[in-house]
């Protein structure tokens, strides 16, 4: 009950990281779409909390944020928010946090090939979403 307890805490801590790290943006000149510190997180997320408790933190930003509370870039909130242009970015940091936790945990002991291996593809991903290759 104790590891239940502490891993949904720090799920929680995560996704409110997420939230503060959300309104660190710049927009790129080539699209609308704002670039956050929000990548550095989700893969924090995936590598510290492994797969399954990676992707729940990234949910519970999602359902904070869908509620209403203002936790997207630039204080963005609600379901347009999920629909928008952005969607596409915020749909996807739960799955990016269950891969990069998985391609960690890919052995019992991840070593530092296993953690780059992880950080190399989700920050890749993330910059093909950012050039509009979705």
Do not use: D, H
């Amino acid at each position: 009950m104790r590891t239940y307890l502490r891993e949904l805490l720090l799920a929680g801590l995560f996704a409110a990281l997420m939230a503060v790290t959300a309104q660190m943006s710049f927009k790129l000149p080539i699209t609308g779409v704002p670039f956050t510190l929000q990548v550095l997180t989700v893969l924090l997320a995936g590598l510290l909390l492994g797969p399954r408790w990676g992707a729940v933190a990234m949910v519970v930003y999602l359902a904070v944020g869908a509620v209403g509370v203002p936790v997207f870039a630039n204080f963005g909130s609600g379901p347009t928010a999920l629909l928008g242009p952005t969607g596409g970015y915020l749909w996807s940091w739960p799955v990016a946090a269950l891969v990069t936790g998985w391609l960690a945990q890919a052995r019992r002991q991840p070593g530092f090939k296993a953690v780059l291996a992880a950080v190399v593809a989700q920050s890749v991903r993330a910059a093909l979403g950012a050039m509009g290759w979705r």
